[in-house]
């Protein structure tokens, strides 16, 4: 009975600091629990987004606000006519033709 008196006579201080000191003891084990749950979060959302359709609508919508890019024909017919006309511009035209995205 009197350890019943001795619990009810402590101070919330004394209940604080003791609270803390329990905390203090698993501070890293809190600590890596709250790392994996970030983790595992934007692991989560990462694969939900990943695998998130578009909707139809949407796609339809996009496809009609694209143009086609035109090109005039007398810029078309000019740079054939230089490329007939020069070897080294063959020679780049081929290039390009064999590996279009080398410098």
Do not use: C
């Not at 329990?22 to 595992?40: E, H, N, Q």
């Amino acid at each position: 009975m009197k350890k019943t008196t001795d619990q009810a006579i402590i101070s919330p201080k004394e209940k604080l600091l003791r609270a803390a000191h329990t905390v203090r003891r698993y501070m890293v084990v809190i600590f890596l629990l709250f790392l994996v749950s970030i983790y595992g979060f934007l692991a989560w959302r990462v694969i939900s987004l990943n695998q998130a359709e578009p909707d139809t609508a949407d796609v339809s919508a996009q496809l009609k606000t694209a143009s086609v890019p035109h090109i005039d024909t007398d810029v078309v017919n000019k740079i054939q006519q230089l490329q007939d006309n020069s070897v080294s511009v063959q020679s780049l035209f081929d290039e390009a033709r064999q590996n279009p995205f080398q410098e």
